[in-house]
Structures are given as C-alpha cells and as structure tokens.
C-alpha cells in the first residue's frame, strides 16, 4: 500500500530524534529526555515501521545501543551483546509467554530465572587463566569501548576469579551500577566541597566507567551484579541459566542475592509485584525486572532476532522519571513562614501517580535549574518520595522559547501581605510571625508550650483541632475559650475542660521574659528574652528600641536586632499584643540591678537530676545572673552543676579540668549572689 507522506516524514524524524537521543544516552552519558520518554519514541517508531512496511536495516530501531567513542580503544564482542525487548504491563507479559510455548510447541509451564533490572551500564568481563584481561561496554552490541583501568577499581569486581583451570577463557557479562548509598554520599560530599551535584545514579555510573584518569573512577563506589555468560573456552557450563549463577558466585563473581526462578508466567508475575513494592527498599535503583528461559537447550531453540534474544524479555516498572511542562509557578507560606515556590504542572503519571505539582524548594534551586514559567522538565518521583524537577529541556526552537516566562519571588508574604525577609543564603520567610495565618497552629503551638505560657492540657493535637473547627485563629483567642466549647470536642470530656480553661487562667499572670519567649520572634529564644528584659526592663522601650540601640543588648548582633525591630514595627503584631494585655495576660514590674549580673559571661551546664530545684528554674535563675546555659562541655564551659545520674557530660568536664559542682553548692551559690 502506498505510505502517506505525513507517515513518512514522521518515520524520518523519530529516527532522527531517536538517533540523536541514543548518542546522548549510550555515547555520551549525557541524556536529555527521561527512559520512558525514550521508549515511548522507540515504541511509536516500531509501530509506524510495522504497520507501513517502513523496516530497515539502518533504522535505530533496529539498533542495540550506541557507538564507541573515539577516546577509547575500541572492543570487538566475540558474540553480540543484544539488548532486551520490553513490555509495561501483565498482558504483553503474558503474551510474551504465550508467543515462546508456541514457538516451543509447548503446553506445560515454561521455568524463568527472573531477576531484578538494576538501572546500570551493561558491561562485559573477560577473564583469561581466571585473570581479568579485559572489561569492555556493550556499545553498539557489536563494538564497546575497554574499560579495563576504570573496572578494576570497583571493589566487588575479582581481578582472579577462583579455583579456575588453565587454558580457560570466560566472558562474563553484567550490570555495573551505582547503590542509593553511595550517590547519597556522592553528592553529600560535592556540596561540601561546591562542586556539582550528580542528578541520577545510573547518569554518574555511565559517567565513571568512561573516565579516562582511573584515580578520579576510584573515588566513586561503583558495583558490579552479574547476569550471564558469552564466549567461554575450556569450561563446562551448566545446563540452566540458574546453575550459571552459582557456578559464576562460587568463582568469587558477584550475582543479584534477589534473583529468583519461577515455574509459569503467573509465578513471574507475582515475583514481579513482590520486587515493585520493595523496590525503594532495595540498595540499588531498578527500574524493572527481566525474565529469562531458565533451560539453555530452550533458549537455543528459540534464538535471537535481529537486536535482541527471542527468550527474555524485561518487565518495565512504571516509569520515576517523565517529562511535562511548568505551566505557572505559586509561592507557598509554610507553617514557620518559609516562602516556597511551587511548580504548577502539566498532570504526568510518574512513579504510580498523577502528578500535578511540586515543590522546587526554594530561588537558588530555580536557578541553579534554570527554570523558566513554560519549560519542559523531567520530574521524578521514587516510591513515596516528594515529586521533584531534576532538569531542565532546553527548547529546541524559537516558539518554545519565546513562551518562557523569569520567576520572581513575590515582594510581601502572599498569606499575610507582610514584608519577606531573607533568611540565611537561600531562604526566605515571612516577617510577620505569630499574625501570619499561614503560621497559626505553630504560632499557638508554641505560644502555649511549656518554656513560653506553659498552658498545661494545650497540646499539638488539641490545637489542631481548634484550629481546624475554626474555634480558634490567634492565640489571643486561646483567652477567650469556654470550658462548654472544649467539652463539645470529641474525647474531651467535662473534668478535663475545666482543667484546661483552669490552666489558661493560670497562664494569664507569667514573667515579661516567658511573654517575649512565646511572641515567636525570630531567633529570639528564652535566653535572649531575659537579656531584652535585663537591658530594658519594660515592654514599652522594647518595641521603642532601634536596632542600635538592640544591638547593645549582649549577645544581641545586628540579624537578631533586625528581626525583633521588623516584629515590633509590624501593626497587627502590636495589634495582638494589646488584645494580649487586654485579656489578662500581665507580669510583675522589671526592676533592673546592674549589679546582680554576677555571672555575665559565664557558661553553665546543667546534667543529671536536680532534687532540690526544677531544672526549668535553674535555668532562669543562672540567665538572669547574666550565664549562659548550655547543653554541652566544651573548654569554653565555666562550671558543670551535676546532680545524681550525671554521665557523659560529668565524665568530659572531669577530663578538662571544668569546675563541678553538686546541687547544694549550686543553691548556695545563688543565695550569695542574690542577697
């Protein structure tokens, strides 16, 4: 029949695409488009080729892999190292089992050693006498390039294999392929050092084994799992591919402790969903599993085609890695008033779900990306991990690119309208804190903890709850709350909302510094709260003082000075602080005693039971002498007071000559320095 142009002109482009995408992947290690979205490209090109009778011998579909590079000797394979055909759901798998008994003319249930598809590079290993002469990748099935000086630095790989015989040569071929661990630890110590960030395992495999300064190959941990044999001289080879797995293991050759064989394709088929729900458990990334006829004699009779064995076949899992567009970006305020932006997408299924959206994290990782508002980008999502963007496709003509919009980081906070304040090197947060109502559960969270209020029975989940029934919104109206209203809760019975409201009146009469504390300023914790309160003494100057003027404060520097001038300059934070007051919230007057700072610049550590005082009031007493407390020893430290039960911190000040103390002469201490 006669072929459309527009069927043709078709053809010709995804072998054009197809092509350009294999040099990427196979040559160059530098892939540009996710797997499914290369195999998706293949699939439709098989399928135009076969309906319209458009197969040929130099169509990449009929290719394994890609060319050698230059920069490598180059490797002929004694015998081809084929690639495998792939189907992504159970009735192709099924189908595939159907067309072999066929084939066989066989009624009875075919045995598979089925194994997992470790996401790696195919490599081949060549051992002469037992000595590993040679490693060499898969190339374009025919030709690879030698590997051999980056091979022998991967530590699971034998360079003599055991008890093998003279005049014996064995090929062996496997998967050679970078654990989760490993990458973790890869990129853990690039942002240590500033260097770049490795995007996938199986791209910094690729990478590694083409390095061509063996010591660089040595610094990555890469692994070696091996999946069957090629040519072998002077060796008597079992008659199932399952008793090659144990010959090549008892040689010291590493082999999948997952692999598996199964009598019937139902069997493989539950082997299968076995491996896909214990998949983010595994050590290594795997993007599938591949079934194998167990029986060699089998396999011989059932052959090769042109690019791939005719008696294994790989089980595609659905795919981590897809690509989509960034249709818009929002920025969301989380719950302690981090601005985040987050990608609006294109919905794409990836990793078993839809995905519609994804945090990016925060600017410097839109940069570091190069994201733009219209971009294609490959997102991944591994098991129940966050879905991310992990790359950027650069457009490929002048429309793509036009429509390509710069992402801003909004000028107020978009939940409140108050200003963003930048937060360290690549954070940013809403200045408004305790007002802001993206912030409230945390805000009232806190405000009622034990070290601020101490609202005894306002707990987390309480708090949600009050928040969520919408009975609360700021913790003002903590003060407002009936004990009929909590009692009308679920699981909140009378007794207990008398012993809650109970406990909010007991918090209405606290300390000025306690009050501080559970405002939530930034970076201003309890010790900075009393050092406010020594130097001030009153509210008023407080949220009066400039930021020179809090700057004198001790231990105050201009960032924290900063934050708490930004929080008293804020409107509706002076607003709540009056509906505070109003509602009963009061403190004793500061009466300020510039002598009774004995301590200042001391560093105390408490450890062990403290009998006679509560910890909590050690702790306020010491800071309000002008100590800090600390949580651990150091040479810095000027006293450890060590009650019954002190262990490792007692044992550290003992070494470094600390003073020690025990309670009494803590409290006599006090005694002497208060009156």
């Given at each position: 029949m006669a072929v459309p142009d527009k069927i043709r002109q078709e053809v010709n482009k995804l072998r054009e695409q197809i092509e350009h995408h294999n040099r990427l992947y196979h040559s160059l290690d530098a892939p540009e488009i996710p797997d499914a979205d290369f195999d998706a490209l293949v699939n439709r090109l098989e399928r135009l080729e076969k309906k319209y009778n458009l197969v040929d011998v130099k169509s990449p579909s009929q290719r394994i892999g890609g060319e050698a590079l230059s920069e490598f000797s180059q490797v002929t394979h004694e015998i081809a190292m084929l690639s495998l055909d792939k189907v992504f759901d159970e009735?192709?798998?099924?189908?595939?089992?159907?067309?072999?008994?066929?084939?066989?003319?066989?009624?009875?249930?075919?045995?598979?050693?089925?194994?997992?598809?470790?996401?790696?590079?195919?490599?081949?290993?060549?051992?002469?006498?037992?000595?590993?002469?040679?490693?060499?990748?898969?190339?374009?099935?025919?030709?690879?390039?030698?590997?051999?000086?980056?091979?022998?630095?991967?530590?699971?790989?034998?360079?003599?294999?055991?008890?093998?015989?003279?005049?014996?040569?064995?090929?062996?071929?496997?998967?050679?392929?970078?654990?989760?661990?490993?990458?973790?630890?890869?990129?853990?110590?690039?942002?240590?050092?500033?260097?770049?960030?490795?995007?996938?395992?199986?791209?910094?495999?690729?990478?590694?084994?083409?390095?061509?300064?063996p010591k660089k190959a040595a610094r990555i941990p890469l692994q070696m799992y091996c999946y069957n044999v090629g040519l072998i001289e002077g060796i008597e080879l079992p008659n199932t591919l399952s008793g090659i797995f144990t010959l090549i293991e008892k040689w010291g050759l590493p082999v999948n402790p997952d692999r598996s064989v199964q009598t019937g394709i139902e069997a493989c088929l539950e082997y299968c969903l076995r491996l896909l729900s214990k998949r983010n458990s595994l050590a290594y990334e795997i993007d599938g599993a591949v079934l194998k006829v167990n029986e060699l004699k089998l396999?011989?009779?059932?052959?090769?085609?042109?690019?791939?064995?005719?008696?294994?076949?790989?089980?595609?899992?659905?795919?981590?890695?897809?690509?989509?567009?960034?249709?818009?970006?929002?920025?969301?305020?989380?719950?302690?008033?981090?601005?985040?932006?987050?990608?609006?997408?294109?919905?794409?299924?990836?990793?078993?779900?839809?995905?519609?959206n994804t945090t990016l994290h925060n600017m410097d990782e839109i940069d570091r990306l190069g994201l733009r508002i219209g971009d294609k980008v490959v997102v991944r999502r591994a098991g129940d991990v966050i879905p991310k963007v992990v790359k950027v496709i650069q457009?490929?003509?002048?429309?793509?690119?036009?429509?390509?919009?710069?992402?801003?980081?909004?000028?107020?906070?978009?939940?409140?309208?108050?200003?963003?304040?930048?937060?360290?090197?690549?954070?940013?947060?809403?200045?408004?804190?305790?007002?802001?109502?993206?912030q409230r559960k945390e805000s009232i969270k806190h405000f009622a903890s034990r070290s601020a209020m101490d609202i005894e029975g306002l707990g987390d989940k309480l708090v949600d709850v009050l928040v969520d029934e919408e009975i609360i919104s700021n913790v003002a109206d903590i003060f407002t709350l009936t004990a009929e209203q909590l009692a009308a809760l679920d699981r909140m019975g009378e007794k207990s909302a008398n012993n809650i409201i109970a406990a909010i009146n007991k918090s209405k009469q606290t300390t000025l510094p306690r009050f501080l504390f559970a405002l939530g300023i930034r970076e201003v914790g309890e010790a900075t709260a009393l050092q406010l309160v020594n130097h001030f003494g009153d509210l008023d100057k407080i949220k009066a003082a400039g930021t020179e003027?809090?700057?004198?404060?001790?231990?105050?520097?201009?960032?924290?000075?900063?934050?708490?001038?930004?929080?008293?300059?804020?409107?509706?934070?002076?607003?709540?602080?009056?509906?505070?007051?109003?509602?009963?919230?009061?403190?004793?007057?500061?009466?300020?005693?510039?002598?009774?700072?004995?301590?200042?610049?001391?560093?105390?550590?408490?450890?062990?039971?403290?009998?006679?005082?509560?910890?909590?009031?050690?702790?306020?007493?010491?800071?309000?002498?002008?100590?800090?407390?600390?949580?651990?020893?150091?040479?810095?430290?000027?006293?450890?007071?060590?009650?019954?039960?002190?262990?490792?911190?007692?044992?550290?000040?003992?070494?470094?000559?600390?003073?020690?103390?025990?309670?009494?002469?803590?409290?006599?201490l006090l005694d002497d320095l208060t009156n």
């Amino acid at each position: 029949m006669a072929v459309p142009d527009k069927i043709r002109q078709e053809v010709n482009k995804l072998r054009e695409q197809i092509e350009h995408h294999n040099r990427l992947y196979h040559s160059l290690d530098a892939p540009e488009i996710p797997d499914a979205d290369f195999d998706a490209l293949v699939n439709r090109l098989e399928r135009l080729e076969k309906k319209y009778n458009l197969v040929d011998v130099k169509s990449p579909s009929q290719r394994i892999g890609g060319e050698a590079l230059s920069e490598f000797s180059q490797v002929t394979h004694e015998i081809a190292m084929l690639s495998l055909d792939k189907v992504f759901d159970e009735a192709d798998l099924q189908a595939f089992d159907a067309r072999l008994k066929k084939r066989l003319n066989k009624d009875s249930p075919i045995r598979y050693c089925c194994e997992p598809k470790v996401d790696g590079i195919a490599v081949s290993l060549l051992y002469r006498d037992g000595i590993l002469e040679r490693a060499a990748t898969r190339g374009d099935g025919v030709t690879g390039e030698d590997i051999s000086h980056n091979v022998r630095t991967i530590t699971n790989v034998p360079l003599k294999l055991k008890s093998i015989k003279k005049k014996s040569l064995i090929e062996v071929r496997g998967e050679i392929f970078l654990g989760k661990q490993g990458f973790k630890s890869l990129n853990e110590r690039a942002e240590l050092e500033g260097s770049k960030v490795f995007v996938n395992p199986r791209n910094t495999a690729a990478g590694t084994i083409r390095q061509l300064d063996p010591k660089k190959a040595a610094r990555i941990p890469l692994q070696m799992y091996c999946y069957n044999v090629g040519l072998i001289e002077g060796i008597e080879l079992p008659n199932t591919l399952s008793g090659i797995f144990t010959l090549i293991e008892k040689w010291g050759l590493p082999v999948n402790p997952d692999r598996s064989v199964q009598t019937g394709i139902e069997a493989c088929l539950e082997y299968c969903l076995r491996l896909l729900s214990k998949r983010n458990s595994l050590a290594y990334e795997i993007d599938g599993a591949v079934l194998k006829v167990n029986e060699l004699k089998l396999q011989q009779k059932l052959g090769n085609n042109a690019r791939s064995p005719r008696w294994a076949m790989a089980y595609k899992f659905p795919a981590e890695e897809k690509s989509t567009t960034v249709i818009d970006v929002e920025f969301q305020v989380g719950r302690t008033g981090t601005i985040t932006p987050v990608a609006r997408l294109e919905p794409v299924f990836v990793g078993g779900v839809t995905v519609s959206n994804t945090t990016l994290h925060n600017m410097d990782e839109i940069d570091r990306l190069g994201l733009r508002i219209g971009d294609k980008v490959v997102v991944r999502r591994a098991g129940d991990v966050i879905p991310k963007v992990v790359k950027v496709i650069q457009p490929t003509n002048a429309k793509e690119a036009k429509n390509r919009r710069v992402i801003k980081l909004p000028d107020v906070c978009p939940a409140c309208g108050s200003v963003i304040e930048k937060d360290g090197k690549v954070l940013y947060r809403c200045s408004a804190g305790i007002i802001c109502p993206a912030q409230r559960k945390e805000s009232i969270k806190h405000f009622a903890s034990r070290s601020a209020m101490d609202i005894e029975g306002l707990g987390d989940k309480l708090v949600d709850v009050l928040v969520d029934e919408e009975i609360i919104s700021n913790v003002a109206d903590i003060f407002t709350l009936t004990a009929e209203q909590l009692a009308a809760l679920d699981r909140m019975g009378e007794k207990s909302a008398n012993n809650i409201i109970a406990a909010i009146n007991k918090s209405k009469q606290t300390t000025l510094p306690r009050f501080l504390f559970a405002l939530g300023i930034r970076e201003v914790g309890e010790a900075t709260a009393l050092q406010l309160v020594n130097h001030f003494g009153d509210l008023d100057k407080i949220k009066a003082a400039g930021t020179e003027s809090l700057e004198r404060v001790s231990d105050i520097g201009p960032k924290v000075a900063e934050h708490i001038s930004v929080f008293f300059n804020n409107k509706e934070n002076l607003a709540l602080i009056r509906s505070l007051q109003q509602r009963g919230i009061s403190w004793p007057k500061v009466e300020i005693d510039s002598q009774a700072r004995s301590l200042e610049g001391q560093t105390y550590v408490l450890t062990g039971a403290l009998e006679l005082m509560a910890r909590n009031e050690a702790k306020e007493k010491l800071l309000a002498l002008g100590a800090k407390v600390a949580g651990s020893v150091s040479k810095n430290t000027s006293c450890v007071v060590a009650g019954p039960g002190a262990g490792s911190k007692l044992t550290k000040a003992e070494e470094l000559g600390v003073n020690i103390i025990n309670e009494g002469e803590f409290i006599a201490l006090l005694d002497d320095l208060t009156n």
